[in-house]
């Protein structure tokens, strides 16, 4: 099955630097590869994702980078605000066993005022 | 409406108690989720409701028992719990339909379950 490896597990900046997570997968079939944040107490919220027929999304502060070629893909957050400090898990699905995503072990970041 | 509610927020049953969490969405999504999520882990895989049919069960044991009454609502049928079935219980929905495409997940809050 896929294994998704997430790095780093905690993740440390002060406000206005970016934040880089990196993600590995290891299933070549797997095709949609969503972020989510996490705030304490809340459900994860979808915050941007990316199919394989892409290479970079960007949504205003935030961007993913996909290389399939390597089974890598990460989220790039600039101008961080203290509000970014949440949890954040990265995901992979293959197109087979719909409905499967499997996630990352998270990272936790903290933007520091 | 884009949002995933769920009841109740909070539970505290006993190993003997039988109880059920609700999961409801109006977004339309033919497919919903329950997870169960631990302190510090992410979420886990329980099972998978895709157009009203349980089309995944990651062998959740029996005392958990899923129930899809109608397109817009989720349930599971909780019974002779274990103490370390404690965990934050989440649905999610997504747009996956027919045409094989995948989609992301909209969560709900979850429900805070302890088990005493």
């Known amino acids: 099955g896929e294994n998704v490896e997430q790095h780093p597990s905690t993740l440390s900046v002060q406000e206005g630097d970016s934040a880089v997570i990196k993600c590995t997968y290891s299933?070549?079939?797997?095709?949609?590869f969503p972020w989510y944040k996490q705030e304490l107490g809340k459900g994860p919220q979808l915050i941007i994702d990316?199919?394989?027929?892409?290479g970079e999304k960007k949504d205003q502060r935030i961007a993913v980078t996909l290389n399939k070629t390597a089974k890598h893909f990460s989220l790039h957050i600039t101008e961080t605000q203290p509000e970014d400090s949440a949890v954040y898990f990265c995901?992979?699905?293959?197109?087979?066993?719909?409905?499967?995503?499997?996630f990352g072990d998270g990272t936790t970041l903290t933007v520091k005022p | 409406d884009t949002e995933v509610t769920q009841t109740p927020k909070h539970l505290v049953m006993g190993m003997t108690n039988k109880k059920s969490l609700k999961c409801e969405q109006h977004?339309?999504?033919?497919?919903m989720y329950w997870y169960k999520q631990k302190a510090k882990k992410p979420p886990e895989l329980m099972f998978v409701?895709?157009?009203?049919?349980?089309?995944i069960n990651e062998s959740v044991p029996s005392r958990f028992s899923p129930e899809c009454p109608n397109s817009s609502l989720l349930n599971l049928h909780l019974h002779a719990l274990q103490p370390e079935d404690s965990a934050l219980y989440l649905c999610?929905?997504?747009?996956?339909?027919?045409?094989?495409?995948?989609?992301?997940?909209?969560f709900g809050s979850g429900t805070r379950l302890t088990v005493v």
């Open positions: 999610a929905s997504s747009q996956d339909g027919r045409s094989g495409i995948n989609y992301g997940y909209t």
């Open positions: 299933d070549s079939a797997s095709n949609y």
């Open positions: 990316i199919r394989s027929n892409v």
């Open positions: 995901a992979a699905r293959p197109n087979t066993n719909a409905g499967k995503s499997t």
């Open positions: 977004m339309g999504h033919r497919a």
């Open positions: 409701y895709s157009y009203e049919k349980l089309s």
